[in-house]
Protein backbone atom coordinates (compact mmCIF):
# COMPACT_ATOMS: atom_id res chain seq x y z
CA UNK A 1 0.00 0.00 0.00
CA UNK A 2 1.77 3.58 -0.69
CA UNK A 3 2.58 5.83 1.64
CA UNK A 4 -0.13 8.68 1.62
CA UNK A 5 2.33 11.21 1.00
CA UNK A 6 4.11 8.96 -2.45
CA UNK A 7 2.64 10.21 -5.76
CA UNK A 8 0.42 7.55 -6.05
CA UNK A 9 -1.45 8.61 -2.73
CA UNK A 10 -0.91 11.69 -2.87
CA UNK A 11 -2.75 12.06 -6.72
CA UNK A 12 -6.14 9.41 -4.91
CA UNK A 13 -6.88 11.94 -2.27
CA UNK A 14 -10.65 11.98 -1.63
CA UNK A 15 -12.73 14.73 0.17
CA UNK A 16 -14.52 13.60 3.14
CA UNK A 17 -17.78 15.24 4.93
CA UNK A 18 -16.73 17.91 7.24
CA UNK A 19 -17.14 17.58 10.62
CA UNK A 20 -16.96 21.30 11.51
CA UNK A 21 -20.05 23.54 12.62
CA UNK A 22 -23.02 23.14 10.40
CA UNK A 23 -22.65 26.73 9.27
CA UNK A 24 -18.95 27.13 7.55
CA UNK A 25 -18.63 27.28 4.32
CA UNK A 26 -16.32 24.02 2.80
CA UNK A 27 -15.02 26.10 0.15
CA UNK A 28 -12.64 29.25 0.13
CA UNK A 29 -12.56 31.98 -2.18
CA UNK A 30 -9.34 31.88 -4.78
CA UNK A 31 -8.56 35.19 -2.90
CA UNK A 32 -8.88 33.36 0.32
CA UNK A 33 -6.68 30.56 -1.09
CA UNK A 34 -3.80 33.12 -2.13
CA UNK A 35 -3.64 34.80 1.05
CA UNK A 36 -3.19 31.76 3.09
CA UNK A 37 -0.74 29.86 0.80
CA UNK A 38 1.79 33.01 -0.04
CA UNK A 39 3.81 33.87 2.86
CA UNK A 40 3.07 35.91 6.17
CA UNK A 41 3.51 39.43 5.57
CA UNK A 42 6.62 40.97 7.30
CA UNK A 43 5.87 42.29 10.65
CA UNK A 44 6.94 45.60 11.65
CA UNK A 45 9.28 44.09 14.92
CA UNK A 46 10.06 41.37 11.93
CA UNK A 47 12.36 44.31 10.13
CA UNK A 48 13.40 45.70 12.88
CA UNK A 49 15.07 43.14 14.25
CA UNK A 50 17.56 42.78 11.46
CA UNK A 51 20.85 43.76 12.99
CA UNK A 52 19.71 41.35 15.07
CA UNK A 53 19.29 38.75 13.22
CA UNK A 54 22.83 39.39 11.62
CA UNK A 55 24.47 39.72 15.04
CA UNK A 56 23.34 36.85 16.40
CA UNK A 57 23.93 34.28 13.01
CA UNK A 58 27.43 36.12 13.61
CA UNK A 59 28.14 34.64 16.52
CA UNK A 60 26.76 30.89 15.83
CA UNK A 61 29.41 30.90 12.96
CA UNK A 62 32.25 32.41 14.90
CA UNK A 63 31.68 30.25 17.78
CA UNK A 64 29.73 26.99 17.52
CA UNK A 65 30.18 26.48 13.97
CA UNK A 66 33.96 26.33 13.82
CA UNK A 67 33.90 24.21 16.93
CA UNK A 68 31.86 21.39 15.47
CA UNK A 69 34.20 21.64 12.12
CA UNK A 70 37.26 21.01 14.41
CA UNK A 71 35.27 18.40 16.26
CA UNK A 72 34.89 16.54 12.90
CA UNK A 73 38.09 17.51 11.72
CA UNK A 74 39.52 14.73 14.65
CA UNK A 75 36.58 12.27 14.04
CA UNK A 76 38.34 12.16 10.42
CA UNK A 77 41.51 11.89 11.38
CA UNK A 78 40.69 9.39 14.50
CA UNK A 79 39.28 7.09 11.16
CA UNK A 80 42.27 7.31 8.94
CA UNK A 81 45.05 7.54 11.18
CA UNK A 82 45.60 3.99 11.29
CA UNK A 83 46.67 4.04 7.78
CA UNK A 84 49.28 6.93 8.47
CA UNK A 85 50.62 4.21 11.56
CA UNK A 86 51.10 1.89 8.78
CA UNK A 87 53.57 3.94 6.93
CA UNK A 88 55.47 3.72 9.97
CA UNK A 89 55.79 0.29 10.28
CA UNK A 90 53.02 -0.38 12.85
CA UNK A 91 51.97 -4.16 11.99
CA UNK A 92 55.44 -4.59 11.58
CA UNK A 93 56.57 -3.44 15.03
CA UNK A 94 53.53 -5.19 16.79
CA UNK A 95 54.22 -8.43 14.91
CA UNK A 96 51.08 -8.31 12.89
CA UNK A 97 50.72 -8.85 9.17
CA UNK A 98 49.71 -6.13 6.41
CA UNK A 99 46.30 -8.47 6.11
CA UNK A 100 45.69 -8.39 9.70
CA UNK A 101 45.30 -4.46 9.60
CA UNK A 102 43.09 -4.46 6.71
CA UNK A 103 40.91 -7.44 8.66
CA UNK A 104 40.49 -4.49 11.44
CA UNK A 105 39.57 -1.50 8.79
CA UNK A 106 37.20 -3.84 7.64
CA UNK A 107 35.78 -4.85 11.06
CA UNK A 108 35.51 -1.23 11.78
CA UNK A 109 33.60 -0.04 9.02
CA UNK A 110 31.21 -3.55 9.62
CA UNK A 111 30.33 -1.50 12.84
CA UNK A 112 30.30 2.03 12.03
CA UNK A 113 27.82 1.81 9.34
CA UNK A 114 25.57 -0.75 11.13
CA UNK A 115 25.31 1.20 14.31
CA UNK A 116 24.72 5.00 12.37
CA UNK A 117 20.77 4.57 13.16
CA UNK A 118 21.49 3.73 16.85
CA UNK A 119 24.10 6.11 17.17
CA UNK A 120 22.25 8.83 16.16
CA UNK A 121 18.88 8.12 18.03
CA UNK A 122 21.04 7.83 21.72
CA UNK A 123 22.39 11.44 20.32
CA UNK A 124 19.26 12.63 19.56
CA UNK A 125 17.57 11.11 23.37
CA UNK A 126 20.37 12.23 25.39
CA UNK A 127 21.54 15.66 23.49
CA UNK A 128 23.98 16.08 21.15
CA UNK A 129 25.74 17.90 23.44
CA UNK A 130 26.79 15.42 26.03
CA UNK A 131 26.35 12.17 23.97
CA UNK A 132 29.26 13.36 21.48
CA UNK A 133 31.95 14.85 23.70
CA UNK A 134 31.31 11.70 25.92
CA UNK A 135 31.85 9.09 22.75
CA UNK A 136 35.07 11.20 21.73
CA UNK A 137 36.38 11.14 25.13
CA UNK A 138 36.30 7.39 24.76
CA UNK A 139 37.43 6.92 21.97
CA UNK A 140 40.07 9.57 22.19
CA UNK A 141 41.40 7.29 24.94
CA UNK A 142 41.66 4.31 22.59
CA UNK A 143 43.03 5.98 19.94
CA UNK A 144 45.60 6.42 22.63
CA UNK A 145 45.50 2.64 23.91
CA UNK A 146 46.84 1.91 20.41
CA UNK A 147 50.57 2.35 21.90
CA UNK A 148 50.30 -0.41 23.54
CA UNK A 149 48.81 -3.10 20.98
CA UNK A 150 50.35 -6.33 21.00
CA UNK A 151 48.03 -8.68 19.37
CA UNK A 152 45.39 -9.03 16.48
CA UNK A 153 42.57 -9.61 18.65
CA UNK A 154 43.45 -6.18 21.08
CA UNK A 155 43.60 -4.07 17.58
CA UNK A 156 40.40 -5.42 16.62
CA UNK A 157 38.86 -4.71 19.66
CA UNK A 158 40.06 -1.07 19.57
CA UNK A 159 38.72 -0.51 16.31
CA UNK A 160 35.76 -1.99 17.13
CA UNK A 161 35.28 0.61 19.86
CA UNK A 162 36.09 3.39 17.75
CA UNK A 163 34.20 2.30 15.28
CA UNK A 164 30.91 1.88 17.24
CA UNK A 165 31.19 5.27 18.85
CA UNK A 166 31.86 7.56 16.00
CA UNK A 167 28.63 5.58 14.18
CA UNK A 168 26.44 8.33 15.38
CA UNK A 169 28.84 11.36 15.32
CA UNK A 170 28.36 12.57 11.73
CA UNK A 171 24.49 12.18 11.86
CA UNK A 172 23.77 13.85 15.48
CA UNK A 173 26.16 16.45 14.72
CA UNK A 174 24.64 17.72 11.11
CA UNK A 175 21.45 17.24 13.22
CA UNK A 176 22.22 19.56 15.82
CA UNK A 177 23.74 21.74 13.58
CA UNK A 178 20.89 22.43 11.80
CA UNK A 179 18.60 23.39 14.64
CA UNK A 180 20.74 26.44 14.99
CA UNK A 181 20.40 27.74 11.49
CA UNK A 182 17.35 28.21 9.06
CA UNK A 183 16.51 26.28 6.06
CA UNK A 184 18.11 28.27 3.77
CA UNK A 185 21.43 29.40 5.77
CA UNK A 186 21.84 25.69 6.66
CA UNK A 187 23.75 24.54 3.41
CA UNK A 188 26.80 26.58 2.93
CA UNK A 189 26.88 25.92 6.90
CA UNK A 190 27.07 22.13 6.07
CA UNK A 191 29.51 22.54 3.16
CA UNK A 192 31.97 24.25 6.12
CA UNK A 193 31.51 21.36 7.94
CA UNK A 194 31.53 18.94 5.51
CA UNK A 195 34.40 20.11 4.03
CA UNK A 196 36.33 18.81 6.94
CA UNK A 197 36.25 15.69 5.24
CA UNK A 198 39.00 16.59 2.85
CA UNK A 199 40.36 19.11 5.48
CA UNK A 200 41.30 16.21 7.24
CA UNK A 201 43.41 14.02 4.53
CA UNK A 202 45.38 16.77 4.01
CA UNK A 203 46.51 17.62 7.97
CA UNK A 204 46.88 13.93 8.23
CA UNK A 205 49.15 13.75 5.96
CA UNK A 206 50.95 16.88 7.25
CA UNK A 207 50.63 15.73 10.81
CA UNK A 208 52.45 12.52 9.89
CA UNK A 209 55.10 13.91 7.91
CA UNK A 210 55.72 16.46 11.34
CA UNK A 211 55.94 13.24 13.59
CA UNK A 212 58.07 11.27 11.31
CA UNK A 213 60.41 13.65 10.41
CA UNK A 214 61.05 15.05 14.42
CA UNK A 215 60.64 11.00 16.01
CA UNK A 216 62.58 9.34 13.03
CA UNK A 217 63.01 5.34 13.42
CA UNK A 218 66.73 4.47 13.76
CA UNK A 219 68.80 2.86 11.20
CA UNK A 220 68.07 -0.75 13.33
CA UNK A 221 64.28 -0.33 12.94
CA UNK A 222 64.75 0.44 16.73
CA UNK A 223 62.85 2.98 18.73
CA UNK A 224 64.41 6.86 18.74
CA UNK A 225 65.58 8.21 21.48
CA UNK A 226 62.82 8.67 23.87
CA UNK A 227 61.95 5.31 23.42
CA UNK A 228 58.89 6.22 21.72
CA UNK A 229 58.16 4.69 18.16
CA UNK A 230 57.02 7.41 15.27
CA UNK A 231 53.61 5.67 15.21
CA UNK A 232 52.98 5.74 19.03
CA UNK A 233 53.62 9.26 19.33
CA UNK A 234 51.02 9.60 16.45
CA UNK A 235 48.18 8.09 18.13
CA UNK A 236 49.53 9.62 21.43
CA UNK A 237 49.35 13.15 20.19
CA UNK A 238 46.17 12.61 18.49
CA UNK A 239 44.50 10.56 20.85
CA UNK A 240 45.59 13.37 23.38
CA UNK A 241 43.97 16.16 21.12
CA UNK A 242 40.60 14.28 20.66
CA UNK A 243 40.60 13.97 24.80
CA UNK A 244 41.31 17.64 25.02
CA UNK A 245 38.29 18.82 22.67
CA UNK A 246 35.97 16.22 24.01
CA UNK A 247 36.11 17.78 27.44
CA UNK A 248 35.56 21.38 26.23
CA UNK A 249 32.62 19.94 24.58
CA UNK A 250 31.10 19.82 27.26
CA UNK A 251 31.57 23.55 28.58
CA UNK A 252 31.34 24.35 24.92
CA UNK A 253 28.57 23.26 23.15
CA UNK A 254 24.54 24.08 24.71
CA UNK A 255 22.06 22.13 24.76
CA UNK A 256 19.40 24.74 23.01
CA UNK A 257 20.13 28.33 22.19
CA UNK A 258 18.41 29.46 25.73
CA UNK A 259 21.59 27.91 27.44
CA UNK A 260 23.76 29.17 24.86
CA UNK A 261 26.70 31.01 26.53
CA UNK A 262 27.91 32.75 23.83
CA UNK A 263 24.56 34.76 23.06
CA UNK A 264 23.27 37.42 25.03
CA UNK A 265 19.93 37.45 26.34
CA UNK A 266 17.88 38.75 23.60
CA UNK A 267 20.12 37.14 21.51
CA UNK A 268 18.96 33.74 23.04
CA UNK A 269 15.23 34.10 22.33
CA UNK A 270 15.86 35.68 18.91
CA UNK A 271 18.09 32.44 18.15
CA UNK A 272 14.22 30.17 19.13
CA UNK A 273 11.76 32.71 17.78
CA UNK A 274 13.91 32.78 14.32
CA UNK A 275 13.86 29.22 14.00
CA UNK A 276 10.28 28.80 14.85
CA UNK A 277 9.54 30.96 12.29
CA UNK A 278 11.54 29.32 9.52
CA UNK A 279 9.81 26.34 10.10
CA UNK A 280 6.10 27.89 9.58
CA UNK A 281 7.41 29.13 6.28
CA UNK A 282 6.49 25.43 5.05
CA UNK A 283 2.90 25.52 6.31
CA UNK A 284 -0.31 25.77 3.38
CA UNK A 285 -2.78 27.22 5.64
CA UNK A 286 -2.86 29.07 9.51
CA UNK A 287 -5.61 28.54 11.87
CA UNK A 288 -8.42 32.05 10.38
CA UNK A 289 -10.66 30.76 13.05
CA UNK A 290 -9.71 33.00 16.40
CA UNK A 291 -11.63 31.38 19.03
CA UNK A 292 -10.37 28.00 17.52
CA UNK A 293 -6.75 29.02 17.50
CA UNK A 294 -6.59 30.13 21.10
CA UNK A 295 -8.83 26.79 22.98
CA UNK A 296 -7.14 25.21 25.30
CA UNK A 297 -5.15 21.78 25.00
CA UNK A 298 -7.19 20.27 27.45
CA UNK A 299 -10.29 20.63 24.57
CA UNK A 300 -8.76 18.00 22.66
CA UNK A 301 -8.73 17.56 19.27
CA UNK A 302 -12.91 17.63 19.12
CA UNK A 303 -15.28 15.04 17.52
CA UNK A 304 -13.93 11.97 16.08
CA UNK A 305 -13.77 11.55 12.19
CA UNK A 306 -13.53 7.61 11.70
CA UNK A 307 -12.46 4.53 12.87
CA UNK A 308 -8.78 5.15 13.35
CA UNK A 309 -9.46 8.06 15.94
CA UNK A 310 -12.10 5.84 18.25
CA UNK A 311 -8.95 3.39 18.13
CA UNK A 312 -6.35 6.02 19.16
CA UNK A 313 -8.41 8.42 21.48
CA UNK A 314 -9.20 11.92 22.11
CA UNK A 315 -5.65 12.67 24.15
CA UNK A 316 -3.45 11.95 20.76
CA UNK A 317 -4.28 15.03 20.02
CA UNK A 318 -2.86 16.68 23.08
CA UNK A 319 0.03 14.81 22.79
CA UNK A 320 1.20 16.47 19.53
CA UNK A 321 0.20 19.68 21.42
CA UNK A 322 2.15 19.19 23.93
CA UNK A 323 5.04 17.89 21.96
CA UNK A 324 5.19 20.96 19.95
CA UNK A 325 6.21 22.62 23.17
CA UNK A 326 9.78 21.76 23.29
CA UNK A 327 12.16 24.54 22.43
CA UNK A 328 12.78 24.66 18.36
CA UNK A 329 17.00 24.33 19.10
CA UNK A 330 16.75 21.83 21.99
CA UNK A 331 18.55 18.82 21.09
CA UNK A 332 17.21 16.67 23.26
CA UNK A 333 14.03 14.14 23.14
CA UNK A 334 13.16 11.47 20.84
CA UNK A 335 9.83 9.26 20.95
CA UNK A 336 8.29 6.27 19.50
CA UNK A 337 6.48 7.64 17.10
CA UNK A 338 9.81 9.83 15.89
CA UNK A 339 11.54 6.25 15.38
CA UNK A 340 8.36 4.87 13.65
CA UNK A 341 7.18 7.69 11.60
CA UNK A 342 11.26 7.50 10.16
CA UNK A 343 11.47 3.68 9.38
CA UNK A 344 7.88 4.24 7.44
CA UNK A 345 8.64 7.42 5.09
CA UNK A 346 9.32 6.24 1.86
CA UNK A 347 11.29 9.34 1.05
CA UNK A 348 13.93 8.61 3.23
CA UNK A 349 14.40 5.28 1.70
CA UNK A 350 14.28 6.51 -1.97
CA UNK A 351 16.74 8.85 -0.90
CA UNK A 352 19.23 6.98 0.96
CA UNK A 353 19.37 4.40 -2.60
CA UNK A 354 20.15 7.67 -4.52
CA UNK A 355 22.67 8.63 -2.19
CA UNK A 356 24.43 5.73 -2.21
CA UNK A 357 24.81 5.60 -5.82
CA UNK A 358 25.80 9.30 -5.76
CA UNK A 359 28.28 8.98 -3.03
CA UNK A 360 30.56 5.63 -4.96
CA UNK A 361 33.08 8.40 -6.57
CA UNK A 362 33.95 10.47 -2.95
CA UNK A 363 34.81 7.48 -1.66
CA UNK A 364 36.43 5.73 -4.43
CA UNK A 365 38.64 8.10 -5.46
CA UNK A 366 39.19 9.05 -1.71
CA UNK A 367 40.99 5.99 -1.37
CA UNK A 368 42.01 5.02 -5.35
CA UNK A 369 42.72 8.33 -6.77
CA UNK A 370 46.62 8.01 -5.96
CA UNK A 371 46.40 4.46 -7.94
CA UNK A 372 44.37 6.18 -10.78
CA UNK A 373 46.82 8.68 -10.91
CA UNK A 374 50.35 6.60 -10.77
CA UNK A 375 50.09 5.94 -14.37
CA UNK A 376 51.05 9.52 -14.79
CA UNK A 377 54.00 9.86 -12.98
CA UNK A 378 56.97 7.60 -12.15
CA UNK A 379 57.40 9.52 -8.75
CA UNK A 380 55.20 8.25 -5.92
CA UNK A 381 55.46 11.91 -4.54
CA UNK A 382 54.57 13.80 -8.05
CA UNK A 383 51.76 11.03 -8.03
CA UNK A 384 50.54 12.51 -4.54
CA UNK A 385 50.92 15.77 -5.31
CA UNK A 386 48.28 15.26 -8.47
CA UNK A 387 46.06 14.21 -6.50
CA UNK A 388 45.80 17.64 -4.34
CA UNK A 389 44.04 20.18 -7.12
CA UNK A 390 41.07 17.59 -8.00
CA UNK A 391 40.10 17.51 -4.20
CA UNK A 392 40.81 21.63 -4.09
CA UNK A 393 38.82 21.74 -7.08
CA UNK A 394 35.99 19.65 -5.45
CA UNK A 395 35.70 21.73 -2.30
CA UNK A 396 35.68 25.16 -4.09
CA UNK A 397 33.08 24.00 -6.06
CA UNK A 398 31.08 22.50 -2.96
CA UNK A 399 30.74 25.35 -1.51
CA UNK A 400 29.84 27.17 -4.67
CA UNK A 401 27.00 25.08 -4.87
CA UNK A 402 25.93 25.09 -1.27
CA UNK A 403 26.12 28.81 -1.60
CA UNK A 404 23.62 28.78 -4.52
CA UNK A 405 20.95 26.10 -3.09
CA UNK A 406 20.49 28.45 0.02
CA UNK A 407 20.36 31.71 -2.18
CA UNK A 408 17.93 29.97 -4.55
CA UNK A 409 15.92 28.08 -2.26
CA UNK A 410 16.64 25.14 -4.58
CA UNK A 411 17.96 21.66 -3.58
CA UNK A 412 17.33 19.16 -6.15
CA UNK A 413 18.44 21.47 -8.93
CA UNK A 414 22.19 21.89 -7.73
CA UNK A 415 22.33 18.17 -7.12
CA UNK A 416 21.37 17.52 -10.50
CA UNK A 417 23.93 20.11 -12.42
CA UNK A 418 26.91 18.36 -9.66
CA UNK A 419 26.01 15.06 -10.50
CA UNK A 420 25.90 16.53 -14.54
CA UNK A 421 29.90 17.45 -13.79
CA UNK A 422 30.03 14.34 -12.43
CA UNK A 423 28.61 12.35 -15.60
CA UNK A 424 30.82 15.02 -17.98
CA UNK A 425 34.03 13.81 -16.20
CA UNK A 426 33.21 10.00 -16.33
CA UNK A 427 32.45 10.26 -19.93
CA UNK A 428 35.60 11.89 -19.99
CA UNK A 429 37.99 9.37 -18.58
CA UNK A 430 35.89 6.46 -20.21
CA UNK A 431 36.34 7.91 -23.84
CA UNK A 432 39.74 9.19 -23.71
CA UNK A 433 42.43 7.18 -24.38
CA UNK A 434 45.34 6.31 -21.78
CA UNK A 435 47.87 8.10 -24.20
CA UNK A 436 46.03 11.43 -23.82
CA UNK A 437 47.26 11.88 -19.89
CA UNK A 438 46.74 15.69 -19.79
CA UNK A 439 43.06 15.05 -21.00
CA UNK A 440 42.56 12.63 -19.30
CA UNK A 441 43.88 14.78 -15.70
CA UNK A 442 41.31 17.49 -16.45
CA UNK A 443 38.67 15.04 -16.64
CA UNK A 444 39.15 14.21 -13.52
CA UNK A 445 39.11 17.48 -12.23
CA UNK A 446 35.67 17.65 -13.86
CA UNK A 447 34.63 14.57 -12.63
CA UNK A 448 35.85 15.37 -8.88
CA UNK A 449 34.16 18.79 -9.05
CA UNK A 450 30.53 17.14 -8.88
CA UNK A 451 31.67 14.43 -6.94
CA UNK A 452 31.17 16.33 -3.11
CA UNK A 453 27.77 17.88 -3.32
CA UNK A 454 25.08 15.34 -3.51
CA UNK A 455 25.18 13.88 -0.07
CA UNK A 456 25.95 17.15 1.89
CA UNK A 457 22.81 18.61 -0.10
CA UNK A 458 20.82 15.47 0.60
CA UNK A 459 21.28 16.16 3.89
CA UNK A 460 20.32 19.86 3.53
CA UNK A 461 16.89 18.36 1.94
CA UNK A 462 15.89 15.88 4.78
CA UNK A 463 16.72 18.86 7.32
CA UNK A 464 14.74 21.42 6.05
CA UNK A 465 11.52 19.49 5.44
CA UNK A 466 11.37 17.38 8.63
CA UNK A 467 10.30 19.98 11.08
CA UNK A 468 9.99 17.07 13.93
CA UNK A 469 13.51 16.95 15.26
CA UNK A 470 13.06 13.76 16.54
CA UNK A 471 12.06 11.98 13.33
CA UNK A 472 15.28 14.10 11.61
CA UNK A 473 17.23 12.75 13.50
CA UNK A 474 16.45 8.99 13.56
CA UNK A 475 16.22 9.88 9.57
CA UNK A 476 19.60 11.34 9.55
CA UNK A 477 21.38 8.16 11.11
CA UNK A 478 19.83 5.79 8.79
CA UNK A 479 21.14 8.03 5.85
CA UNK A 480 24.39 7.13 7.38
CA UNK A 481 23.91 4.06 5.71
CA UNK A 482 25.25 5.81 2.89
CA UNK A 483 28.50 4.56 3.82
CA UNK A 484 28.01 1.60 1.74
CA UNK A 485 28.94 3.66 -0.96
CA UNK A 486 32.53 2.84 0.35
CA UNK A 487 32.03 -1.10 0.41
CA UNK A 488 30.53 -0.98 -3.08
CA UNK A 489 33.65 0.95 -4.09
CA UNK A 490 35.75 -0.99 -2.49
CA UNK A 491 34.63 -4.17 -4.83
CA UNK A 492 34.35 -1.72 -8.38
CA UNK A 493 38.01 -0.64 -7.87
CA UNK A 494 39.49 -3.98 -7.74
CA UNK A 495 43.98 -4.13 -8.46
CA UNK A 496 43.27 -6.13 -11.16
CA UNK A 497 41.66 -3.67 -13.48
CA UNK A 498 44.49 -1.07 -13.14
CA UNK A 499 46.27 1.41 -14.48
CA UNK A 500 43.48 2.35 -16.52
CA UNK A 501 40.58 1.12 -14.37
CA UNK A 502 38.41 1.52 -17.38
CA UNK A 503 35.51 -0.94 -16.38
CA UNK A 504 35.55 0.47 -12.68
CA UNK A 505 34.41 3.91 -15.23
CA UNK A 506 32.09 2.23 -17.10
CA UNK A 507 30.24 1.04 -14.08
CA UNK A 508 30.68 4.02 -12.00
CA UNK A 509 29.15 5.85 -15.31
CA UNK A 510 26.22 3.71 -15.15
CA UNK A 511 25.69 3.86 -11.18
CA UNK A 512 25.51 7.85 -11.30
CA UNK A 513 23.35 7.61 -14.69
CA UNK A 514 20.79 6.09 -11.91
CA UNK A 515 21.44 8.53 -9.59
CA UNK A 516 20.53 11.41 -11.55
CA UNK A 517 17.73 10.09 -12.81
CA UNK A 518 16.89 8.82 -9.57
CA UNK A 519 16.90 12.67 -7.87
CA UNK A 520 15.42 14.37 -11.38
CA UNK A 521 12.76 11.72 -10.11
CA UNK A 522 12.37 12.80 -7.06
CA UNK A 523 11.69 16.29 -7.72
CA UNK A 524 8.86 15.45 -9.78
CA UNK A 525 7.47 13.37 -6.93
CA UNK A 526 7.63 16.54 -4.64
CA UNK A 527 6.15 18.59 -7.10
CA UNK A 528 3.19 15.65 -7.66
CA UNK A 529 2.53 15.75 -3.64
CA UNK A 530 2.66 19.39 -3.26
CA UNK A 531 -0.21 20.09 -5.92
CA UNK A 532 -2.24 17.17 -4.56
CA UNK A 533 -1.94 18.79 -1.13
CA UNK A 534 -2.43 22.27 -2.35
CA UNK A 535 -5.87 20.96 -4.07
CA UNK A 536 -7.36 19.03 -1.49
CA UNK A 537 -6.37 21.21 1.29
CA UNK A 538 -8.22 24.20 -0.82
CA UNK A 539 -11.32 22.22 -0.48
CA UNK A 540 -11.39 22.33 3.29
CA UNK A 541 -13.16 24.69 5.77
CA UNK A 542 -11.20 27.05 7.62
CA UNK A 543 -12.18 24.62 11.21
CA UNK A 544 -10.80 21.69 9.01
CA UNK A 545 -7.58 23.42 8.17
CA UNK A 546 -7.17 24.46 11.73
CA UNK A 547 -7.41 20.92 12.75
CA UNK A 548 -4.93 19.71 10.43
CA UNK A 549 -2.40 22.67 11.31
CA UNK A 550 -2.95 21.92 14.92
CA UNK A 551 -3.14 18.08 15.66
CA UNK A 552 -2.70 16.51 12.57
CA UNK A 553 -6.52 15.31 11.92
CA UNK A 554 -8.08 17.26 8.74
CA UNK A 555 -11.00 15.57 6.95
CA UNK A 556 -8.33 13.06 5.38
CA UNK A 557 -8.09 9.92 7.65
CA UNK A 558 -4.23 9.26 8.44
CA UNK A 559 -3.60 6.04 5.73
CA UNK A 560 -0.51 5.22 7.64
CA UNK A 561 -2.05 4.73 10.85
CA UNK A 562 -4.79 3.66 9.46
CA UNK A 563 -2.75 0.32 7.53
CA UNK A 564 -0.65 -0.18 10.83
CA UNK A 565 -4.38 -0.75 13.01
CA UNK A 566 -5.92 -2.58 10.45
CA UNK A 567 -3.09 -5.36 9.96
CA UNK A 568 -2.28 -5.42 13.65
CA UNK A 569 -6.35 -6.18 13.99
CA UNK A 570 -6.07 -8.64 11.58
CA UNK A 571 -3.11 -10.73 13.33
CA UNK A 572 -3.20 -9.53 16.93
CA UNK A 573 -6.89 -8.73 17.45
CA UNK A 574 -8.86 -5.39 18.21
CA UNK A 575 -7.36 -5.45 21.87
CA UNK A 576 -3.97 -5.94 21.19
CA UNK A 577 -4.10 -3.83 18.47
CA UNK A 578 -5.28 -0.77 20.45
CA UNK A 579 -2.60 -1.24 23.15
CA UNK A 580 -0.25 -1.13 19.84
CA UNK A 581 -0.93 1.92 18.83
CA UNK A 582 -0.83 3.27 22.29
CA UNK A 583 2.71 2.12 22.61
CA UNK A 584 4.11 3.19 19.06
CA UNK A 585 2.19 6.71 19.65
CA UNK A 586 0.54 7.05 16.36
CA UNK A 587 -1.33 10.05 16.90
CA UNK A 588 -2.10 11.86 14.06
CA UNK A 589 -0.11 13.44 11.26
CA UNK A 590 2.98 15.51 12.48
CA UNK A 591 4.94 17.63 10.46
CA UNK A 592 5.32 16.87 7.09
CA UNK A 593 3.31 14.58 7.36
CA UNK A 594 0.65 16.72 7.73
CA UNK A 595 -1.33 17.88 4.45
CA UNK A 596 -1.29 21.58 5.24
CA UNK A 597 2.63 21.28 4.93
CA UNK A 598 4.43 21.67 1.37
CA UNK A 599 7.86 19.99 0.46
CA UNK A 600 10.72 22.22 -0.83
CA UNK A 601 12.57 21.18 -4.05
Not at 15 to 25: A, F, I, Q
Not at 424 to 435: I, M
Request: aromatic share 12%.
Amino acid sequence: MPSRDSPAAGLQLHRLPSHGDSNTTNGLESTEMDRIYQDPPLKRDDRDNDELDRRTVRKLDRVLLPFLALLFLFNSLDRSNIGNAETADFTKDIGLEPEDLNTAVAIFFVFFVALQPLGAALGRKYGMARYVPFCMTIWGVCTAMHVWVRAKWQLIALRIIIGSLEAGFYPTTVSYLSLFYTEHEFGRRLALFYGQYAMAGALGGILSYAVFAYFPISSGGSPNEDGLRPWQVLFLLEGGVTICLAITGFFWLPHNAKTAWFLKADERVWAEERIQKDRAKKTLAQSTNPAHAQEDEEDGPGPELDETRNLLGEQSGQGIAKSSKRLPTDDRGLSRQDIVEALLDWKLWYLLFCNILSAIPVTAFGIFLPLVLKSLSDSPAHTNLLTAPPFLIGAVVLYAFTHWSDISRRRIQPILWSLGLLLVGLVGVVLLPSSASILRYLALCVLLSGTFVASPLTIAWFAGNMPETGKRSVVLGINGWGNLAGVFASLIFQPRFGPTYATPFFITLALVAVAFIGYAYFGRMLLEVNNARKAQVGEWSHSEIEDEVKYGRGPIPDARARWVITLARRVVGEAHARRLTDFLHLEGRRGDDKMTFQYGL
